[in-house]
């Protein structure tokens, strides 16, 4: 992208040539054999180590330790997936390919913001089936969201798939300029941004919430620890900071929400 810098994090070597035509930079993660086009979480200052925890966080360690310190002010720098990528708000349709629906250039609309996040996603679509299957002490502690969307929170959510009053653990260890706010965010928000995706053009912006977000997540450590078995346990740390990040920058920045699409490459 000429206008902007898009890390876009795969599992994938055989990928590259997308990622290399979208104009984003690849970044390898895990244990696939990557040539040396791609970036990695494994050189320099790193927590390539925690990343079967921390997934795509491991390589924003990364970022912010390495590379933030570089950036210049108003030059974006943002971050996706390969199967998760900030949309150009065309229509998807069975013959649309990847390029013809991802962004490749900054919207002049977004000239007065600072950061762009994902737009919120309804977490109220989640199937009853479902809800009964893995929600049963989520249901215990919030019964009214069976049967109504409006009791299907953030904290909900999160009890449902990643444990009973994890959330709740991990609030706790905030500092107290976002302890309370959070929890309220988490206990009234029936939506979220998810992929823990955002843009922006402010180095000093960047630099606070990686500094919040990692100072919080080396703390909850300390409750979950490594030994974490299950999609929904081991990346604790991922989905904690997913939550969150929502949460700081609408607290703390001038942002804007903006449409991501799905479209699996790997495919």
């Given at each position: 992208m000429h206008n902007a810098t898009i890390y876009c994090l795969c599992?994938?070597?055989?990928?590259l040539p997308i990622i290399k035509k979208l104009g984003y930079v690849p970044v390898g993660l895990g244990n696939d054999k990557f040539s040396k086009e791609w970036l990695r979480d494994n050189t320099l200052d790193n927590i390539s180590h925690k990343n079967k925890y921390y997934s795509e966080y491991s390589?924003?360690?990364w970022f912010w330790k390495n590379i933030l310190p570089k950036m210049q002010d108003n030059a974006w720098v943002g971050f996706c997936g390969y199967r998760e990528y900030w949309g150009n708000k065309k229509k998807i349709t069975e013959d649309s390919k990847v390029e013809d629906v991802v962004l490749r250039e900054i919207p002049t609309e977004w000239e007065n913001y600072d950061t762009i996040v994902g737009e919120h996603l309804?977490?109220?679509?989640?199937?009853i089936i479902k809800v009964i299957k893995y929600g049963k002490l989520a249901i215990l502690r919030n019964p009214k969201a069976i049967f109504s969307k409006s009791g299907r929170t953030i904290r909900w959510q999160f009890d449902m798939f990643h444990g009973s009053g994890n959330l709740?653990?991990?609030?706790?260890l905030l500092p107290n300029k976002d302890r309370d706010d959070f929890k309220h965010f988490t206990i009234?928000?029936?939506s979220f941004s998810r992929g823990n995706m955002f843009i922006s053009k402010s180095p000093k912006i960047i630099n606070l919430y990686f500094r919040d977000v990692f100072d919080w997540l080396k703390s909850c450590e300390g409750i979950f620890g490594f030994n974490l078995e299950g999609y929904g346990k081991m990346r604790m740390y991922t989905f904690l900071a997913e939550r969150y990040l929502p949460f700081w920058f609408k607290k703390y920045t001038n942002y804007l929400e903006w449409p991501v699409i799905y479209y699996d490459i790997n495919k």
């Open positions: 599992l994938h070597n055989k990928v390589f924003n360690y309804p977490i109220g679509g989640t199937k709740d653990k991990a609030i706790e009234n928000e029936t």
